[in-house]
């Protein structure tokens, strides 16, 4: 089975990427959604969590993300500390998935599968990229966040050269 990572920085076009590829008959899993899921569902992810973010980061069993994002998105450590807490299990559900999966193909849509270790497990890598502020627009109509909160979230990315740099296609969206 041909593993396709499909990457790219907030707001550049990768769920248009990997919607084209499921209309293909390619099935692809989304790490950011998997990641909400797991965060929700998993207690060891939670208790985990919780220790580090403190036990007000879930209002009534729910993850506040944006109290979440506000905390990890202006603190490079305790980012660092969260993404080695969820990195792993999503690594582990996108193996499990994958396996499950009766194509000769699967793709992986990742913002981070260059910090997460997730290139590792694919074979191709496709990094989507648009101008910044064609992604500071997007993300603002789809998002509602600020230019400020999205330049925050950037800025705690990988940047396009790198990824370019890393990747076997370049799809400019």
Known sequence: MKHIGITGGIGSGKSVVSEVFSRMGIPAYNADN???????TRKDLITALKKILGSDIYVHGSLDKKKMAQLIFN?????????SI?????????????????????????????????????????TVTAPLETRI?????????????????????MDDEERIRRSDFVIIN
Do not use: Y
Request: glycine share 2%; with cysteine; aromatic share 4%.
């Open 137 to 157: 627009r997007r993300c603002v109509t789809r998002d509602g966040l600020t230019e400020e909160q999205i330049r925050a979230r950037i800025n705690n990315q």
């Open 75 to 83: 603190d490079k450590e305790l980012l660092t500390r969260v993404n």
């Open 86 to 126: 969820i990195h792993p299990a999503v690594i582990e559900d996108f193996k499990i998935w994958s396996e499950s999966q009766m194509a000769t193909s699967v793709a992986c849509e990742t913002a981070i599968l260059f910090e997460s270790g997730m290139d590792k497990l694919v074979d191709i890598k496709i």
């Open 34 to 40: 998997a990641s909400k899921l797991l965060i929700s």
